[in-house]
């Protein structure tokens, strides 16, 4: 599976591209049922906005969004909301295996 990353307004350069796809490759890791991952950054006046989607299968949809100061800021803070909420969908997937 590869990451969609959608820069809006093209306020990026193509290198901030790679950094994301790397970013989002290991998010993978948390659940073996992301079937996508998206990336949309934006940028208004000297504000980042980085939201991430995530599709795990089922029709669940996850969504983390951050809003920082740096780019830098707010792509490692919607990274790691969409780990802890990756990280929770998974725990409950195995509780609710377990209990049959």
């Keep these: ?5 959608t820069i809006l307004h093209h306020d ?3 290198k901030v591209r790679d950094l994301v796809e790397e970013k989002l490759g290991g998010l993978t890791r ?3 049922q992301v079937v996508s991952l998206r990336a949309s950054l934006k940028r208004d006046h ?4 980085v ?3 995530a599709g795990v299968g089922q029709g669940t949809v996850l969504v983390a969004e951050a809003k ?3 780019f830098q800021a707010a792509l ?3 990274v790691d909301r969409m780990a802890t909420q990756l990280r929770k969908h998974h725990d409950k997937l ?7």
Excluded: L, Q
Aim: proline share 6%.
């Design 1 to 5: 599976m590869t990451p969609e990353v």
């Design 12 to 14: 990026y350069p193509t």
């Design 30 to 32: 948390f659940s073996g």
């Design 46 to 49: 000297e504000e980042h906005h």
């Design 51 to 53: 939201e991430v989607i």
């Design 68 to 70: 920082a100061d740096s």
């Design 76 to 78: 490692d803070e919607a």
């Design 94 to 100: 195995i509780e609710r295996h377990r209990r049959g």
